[in-house]
């Protein structure tokens, strides 16, 4: 009897994220998030409705405690967002086969195709003759290479 009625008269936490916490997050992660949909979505009028829809959504309620776990989970929703809100013509990958640079650039080419354009990385593969463990291997690379800038 005792158990239960502590249960029973435990305040239930809700979930929702108030205005001011909105405010808050969108002040610390919105230009983070605005970069990525950016690269996304070059059209400033649609990333800011995909910015204003990512920090006004529910999923946002959720975020880790920690602001580096909080800073990755926005990044991941804001690119999530971006490529379904992104207009459905896709850039051919023949485009970038026939470029001579592709070598040079590689690095950057698959990490922007499967980051910024939302290819599968088995296609990238098959598209640009590469094994799948090359194409992994290219975008580690490349986050490296962000990493040491």
């Given amino acids: 009897m005792w158990g239960s ?3 029973v008269d435990k305040p239930v936490e809700d ?3 108030s205005r001011t916490e909105q405010l808050t997050l ?4 919105g230009a983070m998030a605005y970069g990525v949909i950016m690269q996304i979505i070059p059209q400033p009028d649609l990333a800011q409705n995909v910015l204003i829809d990512l920090f006004a959504s529910p999923e946002i309620a959720s975020l880790p405690g920690s602001p580096s776990q909080a800073a990755c989970a926005i990044v991941r929703m804001a690119r999530t967002k971006a490529l379904s809100a992104k207009p459905v013509e896709q850039p051919a990958l023949a485009e970038f086969e026939a470029n ?3 070598a040079a650039n590689l690095p950057e080419l698959v990490f922007d195709l ?3 354009k939302g290819f599968k990385l088995d296609v990238i ?3 640009l003759e590469l094994t799948y463990f090359d194409v992994l291997k290219a975008i580690r690379e490349h986050v490296k290479s962000i990493r040491t800038c």
Avoid: C
């Fill in 5 to 7: 009625r502590r249960f």
């Fill in 15 to 17: 979930k929702a994220v």
């Fill in 26 to 29: 969108y002040d610390r992660y």
């Fill in 100 to 102: 001579p640079n592709v």
């Fill in 114 to 116: 499967s980051f910024n």
């Fill in 125 to 127: 593969a098959e598209r």
